[in-house]
């Protein structure tokens, strides 16, 4: 299997110990690769690999989120579980038929929950730490 050229070239890669920054970091990177893969000057390759690469992000959330040890409030889990399942529809349809206009709503998707992500509760960051981000917060 071949790589497209960014393969391997990560920027700001999170310090280990914060689940939170690492799933939103992990969610960022795989928005730039599918944007990146989107240029005229990229292969079909570079776009479908890009992709595959989300979806097994989105496989992982998923099995993650079917654990019996998840500590989420039943409608978040809910909420996530058909948002994967719409990852998985949406993947199966751009591999079917790739398109790169149509992973825009994957990179929608992953920007905006990386962002929520990115974003620290009020509650949980100390005072004058909590970024001025308007992203929403899917953390429990």
Do not use: H
């Amino acid at each position: 299997m071949s790589y497209p050229p960014f393969q391997g070239s990560y920027s700001n890669i999170p310090a280990g110990g914060n689940p939170r920054q690492t799933e939103a970091w992990a969610l960022t990177e795989a928005a730039r690769r599918m944007a990146d893969s989107q240029r005229p000057d990229a292969s079909p390759e570079d776009f479908l690999i890009a992709v595959r690469l989300n979806w097994r992000l989105w496989t992982i959330f998923q099995s993650e989120l079917a654990s019996p040890e998840t500590t989420l409030p039943l409608e978040l889990l809910q909420n996530m579980l058909s948002l994967c399942n719409f990852i998985d529809k949406t993947t199966v349809d751009i591999i079917a038929d790739p398109q790169p206009e149509k992973a825009g709503i994957l990179i929608t998707i992953n920007s905006n929950i990386a962002a929520g992500l990115f974003n620290i509760p009020a509650e949980a960051a100390p005072a004058g730490d909590v970024p001025e981000s308007g992203g929403a917060d899917f953390s429990a």
